[in-house]
RNA sequence: GGUCCGGUAGUUCAGUUUGGUUAGAAUGCAUGCCUGUCACGCAUGAGGUCGCGGGUUCGAGCCCCGUCCGGACCGCCA
């Protein structure tokens, strides 16, 4: 062993005695014939010094000490002077009889510090200093911890963790694949899984009960910030399981890694139906974190003259509370986000209550006290502003959501630090693709109905519902899942929905439809998005500050400039041509 | 496939509105001074393909076109 302690251990109990430490060289400050060094490893910081009275050749070897130098250093532990109550170690400091250079450094393109100045591009590049930082440093602790606390949890429960292969079949449905061309088999493909999900009902064929896996999954689909091409999952199927069952033993969990991992208790889930969370929040993985539910002006609004209005199928509302400094700028601002097109909005009316007076842009359609009364009757006092959107429906809603979301963030209603777990449930079954003017599995294609909606698969399925369940987190979809399919013939029935024909579904699924024919059990399980749990738990944005070596959202990885083009010769070997 | 924002010193940025003398700041770096610092301090200095290519102009970091790179989002992600 090179060291007899790490950076982060030594404390004023420890004064006198003999230590070997290795580490970074953090900070230096010269001060002249006294020189200082913050010596750095995983585990913290402690000071060394250097006397030029006592020891002018040691000064004078560390004066040609650089930032990120690593070295090796023999010294006496003594109470320091000064003592700094910012670091653990502060009240101790390293007398150093013996200097080491295990290694030179470059100097580093941007500072190790908690508040780098680094830009992510420069992080990305030089990844294995980035996360040296404190801050990188302790989200990988803190990944690992909670990989640790989930095995020990789901391994109490009686789960198995089985391993499922990687390089398996592509398969038509949902996201694109990443594919692997085999050598030994010309013109034939692997694919990489984009979850295990057929693999793990099979195990529950196999009768192994309860399996979990945390596992990589891939797609080949674009970037955003809280999505990577490879991307990891905890992977988890019951066998003799009720939907009841999965988002008890789940919520739980969620419950055990938020005690044991932030000291926080969570409260027990609300469950609101799509259809509800649709209707209130305009979205399915609605941020509960802040009030302003959707207001429902359909009936108050329509028939009162209004054009606009009495020709939208739907009108809406949200209220922004007590906020005095809504200007005509800022709501013009609004009105021009509203009909930006990525938004999709034609228009955004409003409603304000202003010493008590109304100021709107409808008052040349509504009577100053209709609209009074309309402002009463949803509860608004002074100061607040009713935002109104019209139109279709479904669109209306969904851009009530985004509004809702844009106004939390630029009025700051979101507090930092508080955790507003749901599960959403009873999902639609089938969502309608417009271009393809057909069925998608609006979960999966293995995803049972609800019991009380099978006859809608005949009689319209556009209305069945699902036993699907997503846990949303702070507006994130953590995870999702369902109860399956274990019957061959309602199988069968949603491949036929989704326009998939007997010989396609052979084809494709002929291996799992035949094994359901081997007394395949009632199955039901859920996968999440590990990086995104992370990402929520510590408060961070983006997936790729939890990931040791994340891609860019070019899907490039900046350090090792992958992808890049391979030689003829391994093309050749794998009979592939470049188009 | 699309929309938007950005690219200027090692790094993070200002400068682009209204084209005009030698392109600035902070930090980092180098050198010197300094015995209790902990974001040490002070002084001096070095450091620039203004992403790249083309165009407009007497003159382009600034305007126009193209292109590359980075970021956010829409589509996409069962």
């Known amino acids: 062993m090179l060291r007899s302690n790490n950076c982060g251990e030594l404390r004023i109990n420890d004064l006198n005695s003999q230590v070997s430490l290795c580490g970074w060289v953090h900070h230096i400050r010269d001060l002249g014939k ?27 070897s ?61 992080r990305l590049q030089y990844r294995y200093l980035d996360l040296r930082r404190n801050v990188m440093k302790d989200t990988m602790i803190f990944r690992h911890k909670l990989n640790l606390s989930i095995r020990n949890f789901l391994s109490e429960k009686g789960f198995l963790e089985i391993e499922t292969p990687f390089l398996i079949k592509s398969t038509p449905e949902g996201a694109r694949d990443f594919i692997v061309p085999s050598r030994l088999n010309p013109g034939n493909f692997y694919a990489l899984p984009q979850s295990p999900q057929l693999l793990k009902q099979l195990l529950m064929f196999a009768g192994m009960d309860r399996y979990f896996q945390i596992v990589r ?61 649709m209707e209130t929040f305009g979205s399915d993985k609605p941020d509960l974190r802040f009030d302003m539910p959707i207001i429902n002006l359909s009936d108050t609004l329509k028939g009162k003259g209004f054009k606009i209005f009495d020709n939208s199928e739907y009108i ?6 007590n906020q005095p400094d809504v200007s005509r700028k800022q709501i013009d601002k609004l009105t021009e986000w509203v009909k930006n097109p990525q938004v ?58 985004n509004l809702r979301l844009h106004l939390a963030k630029q009025y700051q209603l979101i507090q930092k630090n508080i955790y ?51 846990m949303v987190m702070n507006g994130a979809e953590l995870g999702g899942g369902s109860i399956r ?71 490039r990885d900046l350090m090792m400039q992958a992808p890049a083009p391979v030689t003829a010769d391994q093309l050749k070997e794998l009979h592939l041509k470049i188009q």
């Open 420 to 470: 507003k777990p749901l599960w959403v449930i009873d999902f639609p079954m089938f969502d309608w693709d417009e271009e393809n003017h057909r069925f998608t599995s609006s979960h999966h294609p293995f995803t049972s109905p609800l019991l009380s909606d099978i006859e809608l698969l005949d009689s319209n399925p556009s209305l069945a519902r699902s036993n699907a369940y997503d």
């Open 485 to 555: 399919i274990h019957d061959k013939f309602l199988q069968k029935k949603v491949f036929k929905l989704l326009n998939l024909t007997d010989q396609e579904a052979e084809d494709k699924f002929g291996f799992f439809l035949k094994a359901l024919d081997y007394g395949a059990p009632p199955h039901g399980g859920i996968a999440f998005g590990i990086d995104r749990i992370v990402a929520v738990m510590l408060g961070l944005n983006s997936i790729r500050d939890v990931i040791a070596f994340p891609k860019n959202n070019m899907g």
């Open 316 to 321: 809406g509302g949200l209220l922004l509370i």
């Open 217 to 277: 999954c891939f797609r080949d689909e674009d970037f955003r910030a809280d999505r990577q091409p490879e991307f990891t999952q905890l992977d988890c199927e019951m066998s003799f399981v009720e939907q009841d069952d999965i988002l008890n033993l789940f919520e739980d969990m969620m419950r055990y890694l938020f005690r044991n991992l932030l000291d926080i208790d969570l409260p027990i889930f609300p469950r609101l139906t799509y259809k509800e969370a």
């Open 62 to 122: 560390a004066k040609k000490l650089g930032r990120e130098y690593v070295i090796h250093v023999i010294g006496t532990v003594r109470e320091r002077s000064n003592k700094n109550p910012k670091m653990p170690t502060g009240d101790i400091e390293i007398d150093v009889d013996t200097l080491k250079v295990l290694n030179t450094s470059e100097i580093p393109p941007f500072t190790i510090e908690d508040d780098t100045d680094g830009s992510e591009e420069m």
């Open 34 to 60: 006294l020189l200082f060094i913050d010596l750095r490893d995983r585990y913290g910081t402690t000071q060394i010094y250097f006397d030029a009275n006592n020891k002018p050749e040691l000064y004078q």
């Open 344 to 401: 999709g909005g034609s228009g955004l009316a409003y409603v304000r209550l202003v010493d008590n007076e109304i100021k709107s842009s409808i008052t040349q359609f509504f009577s100053n006290d209709f609209l009074q009364n309309l402002m009463k009757s949803i509860n608004a006092s002074n100061n607040d502003t009713l935002f109104i959107i019209s139109g279709n429906r479904n669109k209306s809603l969904e851009i009530l959501g």
